[in-house]
């Protein structure tokens, strides 16, 4: 399984823009072949900070997902919001046991 993690920092007269993007297209997301999970967090301390946090199967999937229409079509509405250059790391779970 692979976890990626992303860093979107908005402008903050686009919060309620982004949110309202996330809400109509999450579960498209979450529906997409290889993905099992995706939630969205927001920085305590800064309102403009979020961060998508998704599974999945492997890196395939996730890039046919990044090639998919519904990517391209959901990115063109969400990077017209940003107040800083998005983040993103894929990564591996580790399950250690003391």
Known sequence: MLV?????????ENIASFERIFAETQQKIQDFKGCSLLELYQDINDPAIFFTYSHWEDTKYL????Q???????WSKTKILFDAKPEAW?????NMVN
Do not use: A, M, W
């Open 68 to 74: 998919s229409d519904l990517f391209k079509e959901t």
């Open 63 to 66: 890039d046919d997902y990044r």
């Open 90 to 94: 894929s990564i591996s779970k580790k």
């Open 4 to 12: 990626r993690i992303v860093k979107l920092t908005f402008k903050k």
